[in-house]
Antibody, heavy 115, light 106 residues
Framework: EVQLVESGGALVQPGGSLRLSCVASGFTFSSYRMNWVRQAPGKGLEWVSHISSSSTTYYADSVKGRFTISRDNAKKSLYLQMNSLRAEDTAVYYC?????????WGQGTLVTVSS | EIVLTQSPATLSLSPGERATLSCRASQSVSSYLAWYQQKPGQAPRLLIYDASNRATGIPARFSGGGSGTDFTLTITSLEPEDFAVYYCLQRTNWYTFGQGTNLEIK
């Protein structure tokens, strides 16, 4: 069974940093591309970032230069380093496996940016 | 950026009825369109990929159609557990989601 478990969400002040993690199980993590997708409270879904199996990375314009996606295949883990956080980054962040688009999703972790 | 517009924003139907949800793209996405279901407090669940292919474990009452810029998700004979928010997603030019259709019980 495919499982993705995110962690690391917290309350952080504007301008601060946070690192999210996602641990995968039930599939060969190293063979799959991965994504981060977020959802602001009461709003729709927004794609944030993508990493290929060879660690090529891509970002939405809204986070480019502030967020960094990475992976550790030995640990079956995906990360999102978020710097210079803004109020508009407040959201539930989901990691999602990529197979012709996001297929399996974790349960999400809440990031709140507020003073 | 490819914009996806879903209609209607809210659809009120009764169990047993047929639901038809629409997703229109601002430019052609070929068949690279997916549909997701999201219930309150839960992660999205993939229903349909590449316009018309049901994901693993998705009941046959869910079907997708269309290509280019116009797509539909049809749910024949609604079950109580089908009432949720539905999103479309295009993967031609990275990923963008539609704004969602709230399928509510009438």
């Amino acid at each position: 069974e495919v499982q993705l478990v995110e962690s690391g969400g917290a309350l952080v002040q504007p301008g601060g940093s946070l690192r999210l993690s996602c641990v995968a199980s039930g599939f060969t993590f190293s063979s799959y591309r991965m994504n981060w997708v977020r959802q602001a409270p009461g709003k729709g879904l927004e794609w944030v970032s993508h990493i290929s199996s060879s660690s090529t990375t891509y970002y939405a314009d809204s986070v480019k230069g502030r967020f960094t996606i990475s992976r550790d295949n030995a640990k079956k883990s995906l990360y999102l380093q978020m710097n210079s956080l803004r109020a508009e980054d407040t959201a539930v962040y989901y990691c999602a496996r990529d197979y012709n688009g996001p297929d399996y999703w974790g349960q999400g972790t809440l990031v709140t940016v507020s003073s | 950026e490819i914009v996806l517009t879903q209609s209607p924003a809210t659809l009120s139907l009764s169990p047993g009825e047929r639901a038809t949800l629409s997703c229109r793209a601002s430019q052609s996405v070929s068949s690279y369109l997916a549909w997701y279901q999201q219930k309150p407090g839960q992660a999205p669940r993939l229903l349909i990929y590449d316009a018309s292919n049901r994901a693993t474990g998705i009941p046959a009452r869910f079907s997708g159609g269309g290509s280019g810029t116009d797509f539909t998700l049809t749910i024949t004979s609604l079950e109580p557990e089908d009432f949720a928010v539905y999103y479309c997603l295009q993967r031609t030019n990275w990923y963008t989601f539609g704004q969602g259709t709230n399928l509510e019980i009438k």
